[in-house]
T-cell receptor, first 113, second 113 residues
Framework: DSGVTQTPKHLITATGQRVTLRCSPR?????VYWYQQSLDQGLQFLIQ???????AKGNILERFSAQQFPDLHSELNLSSLELGDSALYFC????????????FGAGSRLTVL | DQQVKQNSPSLSVQEGRISILNCDYT??????FLWYKKYPAEGPTFLIS?????DKNEDGRFTVFLNKSAKHLSLHIVPSQPGDSAVYFC????????????FGAGTRLTVKP
């Protein structure tokens, strides 16, 4: 157990729908990162928050949004889902912003039918 | 943009032999490099790292080599054990961009008994 908790572990939904993925960082970590791993692809950086503020943005689609709450948990919202959004979504955390070593959760597997 | 490339999707070696996993990068601003290991149904976990000021870092059976001029790094595992069977991700970060970390697509290592 890495200490980073992601829910749900699996999610199956239909095109056009909206889902929310949740992440609780490791205790004491202020920074949360979201990554997407599509089939046979590397981990694509989506977005990073530090202590509630957005710090860095990667290849995140406009249909996707995220936030980090005062209790430091984070949510990734995916809307108008398309088949190509099917992927593993990983959350990672670190104590500081821009840390070199990240602690990853087990991921949320999203399947869009 | 594939700034970090792992050109071998898979590698199979015999137990006790050396495993060599390769990684190439294109961004000369990367200054810190990491290897993460991922088992099925788990998130990636940090394995070993190297700063751009070094050309080698060793931790037990794992050694990472960095060739900055060739923009190439490799992970050597000696001797390989069946428990090393996993997907290995190469990652690189850029201190001038909030340590924006980019990952390769991963190499699946299978160590046969």
């Amino acid at each position: 157990d890495s200490g980073v908790t992601q829910t749900p572990k699996h999610l199956i939904t239909a095109t056009g729908q909206r889902v929310t993925l949740r992440c609780s960082p490791r205790s004491g970590d202020l920074s949360v990162y979201w990554y997407q791993q599509s089939l046979d692809q590397g981990l694509q950086f989506l977005i990073q928050y530090y202590n509630g503020e957005e710090r860095a943005k990667g290849n995140i689609l406009e249909r996707f949004s995220a936030q980090q709450f005062p209790d430091l948990h984070s949510e990734l919202n995916l809307s108008s889902l398309e088949l190509g959004d099917s992927a593993l979504y990983f959350c990672a955390s670190s104590a500081i912003s821009g840390a070199n070593v990240l602690t990853f959760g087990a991921g949320s597997r999203l399947t869009v039918l | 943009d594939q700034q970090v490339k792992q050109n071998s999707p898979s590698l199979s070696v015999q137990e006790g032999r050396i495993s060599i996993l390769n990684c190439d990068y294109t961004n000369s601003m990367f200054d810190y490099f990491l290897w993460y290991k991922k088992y099925p149904a788990e998130g990636p976990t940090f394995l070993i790292s190297i700063s751009s000021i070094k050309d080698k870092n060793e931790d037990g059976r794992f050694t990472v080599f960095l060739n900055k001029s060739a923009k190439h790094l490799s992970l050597h595992i000696v001797p390989s054990q069946p428990g090393d069977s996993a997907v290995y991700f190469c990652a690189a970060s850029d201190i001038y961009n909030n340590n924006d970390m980019r990952f390769g697509a991963g190499t699946r290592l299978t160590v046969k008994p």
